[in-house]
């Protein structure tokens, strides 16, 4: 049967993983000796700890196990609700930025999932570039295909079969042997957990997916075996780690004694949230990714009540989330939006009719608690969601970020790449109860410090169109308020009136570009000097939301087998462009998917290196029209690709760009 709850329950899961992640990471990698002698049970966050050896105290950080689990379910947008090993393989090379966001890049040999990635980007599609006989058994075995696997599960809602095939596909991108086997079971916990009240029984339906001979099956039952005679969780613990610990096993990291931690704190528990956040963190090894799969799996079966039975795991994060890819609108994001992307994956398998909770609006409130981001930047003012929209008491500034935040600035660990959510020339709309003494407001960044420059809307107006700050990034969003109100919704709509361009060293405004190219230097007179050496770069900017616009952009092209603009960028293999190439054509390609683009139409041109040209493209609906110095060279239809941001484009070369313009269609 279909939950009744469904996206409140996929809601918990996200939120689970979230803050599970965000408790384990200060101490990722610390012995259970380490941990209980530095920092006792672990029974809440830890990060303001000023003893732990960090490059900064933040709670909300980027971390590989978050940013896998919740970039790699979009095959399930790209490429269907059944994708093959192969389409989510593609999705690793259209949504990571190689060296900087969502794997450890620790080597061949070295990382798993580094290795695997450099096997598809060499054209070994999946699943081979993730197999034991490229790898090796212990290459292959490590814990990643467990760690990244919620986000797929918890779209196949009370079907653990249905889910542990759609995450062997995933897993199979990088691993292989054991470690697939452990993600079925971690997959088939979260998709059970929606309609199994008993986690004994759920534990039983889950390890009857995998093979009863394999390695994993022996550690499940063992665990479980261990967990029910012995009266003290450290002892199970310590017998763990005498039969399965890391001693025994190859790698930095491998599946099994972590998957042995994962099942021992579902089993002790019996999913109840804090008491399952106690167990996995203070049994150390891989505390971050054990802690997710165990924060998944118990925030699903107990619901957003279960995770609020213990200490005050929410009101920090404040259900901000960082996905840092290179769509870099969607890096900066909230566990109730990407709760609600999946489950509208879900309700699509599932052959259940849609359920909108959002109204249309990006910031909701609609599912319990939640406050997506919100939070009191100055003031006395306090936040919180007593059912369904976002009750402000008192004065001061609540907002939500739109781009890096200045103290995210700094991320250490894993890179955070993003774009800005909101633009210049965008119409914000909102929905405000109980009171007029409010003003709509955003921040943008104002110098290459960080420093903000706040940008009040007309007092009581719940419609104001974002003025033009001069192209740089948009931060925040949100209200200052006098005296209570209450924010029902807020979102924006229409492509942006932006032109982008800037000063030398202007270092805020380049955050802005997600680079895949391989030099952007500042010190250059231009605002945009590329360089890629081999294959294609691309500086992208922008929202995927966006859908009808104008793009124009100034091309110099130096030394290059093609540059270019192009439009409804999606990643680094999703898009439309506009290409001068070869000296001696100009062509409109589509990208999509695959090492190559598709030329959809094309006209011999000479062109020389140094000439300065105009292109620009016209996105409207399925209609592509492409003009080259004012004259008009393609007009088409393509329904590939609706939305995406911007880009430059260079393949092997140089080019410079004075200035990007992007403006509604009329």
């Known amino acids: 049967m279909f939950p009744t709850d469904y996206e409140e329950r996929v809601y918990a899961g996200v939120l689970g993983k979230a803050i599970a992640v965000y408790l384990g990471r200060p101490f990722e990698g610390w012995t259970h000796e380490r941990i209980t002698r530095e920092l006792g049970e672990i029974t809440g966050y830890v990060n303001h700890r000023t003893d732990l050896v960090l490059k900064n105290h933040l709670l909300v950080v980027t971390d590989d196990d978050i940013s896998g689990t919740f970039v790699f379910p979009r095959a399930l947008r790209d490429h269907g609700i059944e994708p093959t090993s192969a389409q989510i393989g593609d999705v690793w090379l259209n949504e990571i930025l190689e060296g900087i966001s969502v794997l450890w890049w620790g080597g061949v040999g070295n990382s798993t999932e580094h290795t695997a990635f450099l096997n598809l980007k060499d054209g070994v599609r999946a699943p081979d570039s993730g197999s034991i006989a490229r790898n090796g058994l212990v290459v292959a075995e490590q814990v990643g295909a467990q760690i990244f696997v919620e986000g ?33 079971v971690v997959a088939a916990l979260v998709a059970g957990a929606f309609t199994e009240t008993d986690m004994d029984k759920l534990l039983d339906v889950a390890t009857g997916l995998i093979p009863a001979d394999s390695l994993i099956r022996r550690v499940v039952d063992d665990v479980r075996e261990w967990t029910a005679a012995d009266a003290e969780w450290t002892t199970t613990r310590d017998r763990i780690d005498e039969r399965y610990g890391y001693h025994r096993y190859g790698g930095n990291c491998h599946v099994v004694p972590n998957h042995a931690t994962v099942i021992h704190a579902v089993a002790r528990s019996r999913g109840a949230y804090p008491a399952a956040m106690t167990v996995v963190n203070t049994s150390g090894w891989d505390t971050d990714s054990n802690a997710g799969d165990v924060g998944a799996i118990c925030g699903v079966f107990g619901g957003v009540a279960g995770i609020e039975a213990g200490p005050d795991y929410r009101g920090p994060v404040a259900d901000r989330m960082y996905l840092p890819s290179t769509d870099g609108g969607s890096t900066v994001t909230d566990a109730a939006r990407e709760a609600l992307t999946l489950a509208g994956h879900g309700r699509a398998w599932a052959g259940q009719p849609a359920r909108d909770l959002t109204g249309g609006a990006r910031f909701h409130f609609a599912l319990p608690g939640s406050v997506q981001g919100f939070t009191v930047l100055a003031g006395d003012a306090t936040v919180h969601n007593p059912g369904g929209r976002l009750a402000i008491d008192g004065a001061g500034t609540v907002a939500t970020p739109t781009f890096i935040p200045p103290e995210a600035l700094d991320m250490p660990g894993y890179g955070l790449i993003a774009s800005p959510t909101l633009y210049s020339g965008q119409t914000l709309r909102a929905r405000v109860s109980g009171g007029s003494g409010f003003r709509l407001t955003i921040a ?71 680079k895949a190219v391989d030099r952007w230097d500042q010190h250059w007179p231009e605002p945009f000097r590329l360089v890629q050496n081999r294959g294609t770069g691309l500086l992208i900017q922008g929202d995927r939301e966006w859908r009808d616009y104008t793009v124009t952009a100034d091309v110099t092209p130096h030394l290059a087998e093609a540059v270019g603009l192009a439009a409804r960028v999606q990643g680094l293999r999703r898009y439309y462009a506009l290409r001068l190439a070869g000296r001696d054509r100009v062509e409109l390609v589509r990208h999509l998917d695959g090492p190559e683009p598709t030329v959809l139409a094309a006209t011999p041109y000479t062109w020389e290196f140094g000439e300065t040209h105009r292109l620009t493209l016209r996105v409207a609906g399925s209609r592509i029209t492409a003009t080259l110095d004012g004259a008009e060279l393609f007009d088409l239809d393509d329904t590939a690709l609706s939305c995406g941001g911007v880009a430059l484009l260079v393949e092997q070369g140089r080019t410079a760009t004075q200035a990007v313009s992007i403006q509604p269609v009329t």
């Open 152 to 184: 797929f599960a918890m779209t196949r809602p009370g079907d653990p079969e249905a889910a542990a095939d759609l995450v062997e596909r995933a897993a199979r991108v990088s691993h292989d042997g054991e470690s697939v086997h452990a993600a079925r």
């Open 444 to 514: 943008h960044y104002a110098a290459d410090d960080g420093t903000l420059a706040w940008v009040d809307g007309p007092p009581g107006d719940t419609a104001w169109t974002v003025p033009d700050v001069g192209g740089q990034p948009v931060v925040y969003v949100g209200l200052r308020t006098t005296g209570p109100v209450a924010l029902e919704s807020l979102t924006w709509d229409g492509a942006p009136t932006v032109t982008l361009t800037g000063q030398r060293g202007d270092a805020m405004w380049r955050r802005a570009w997600v």
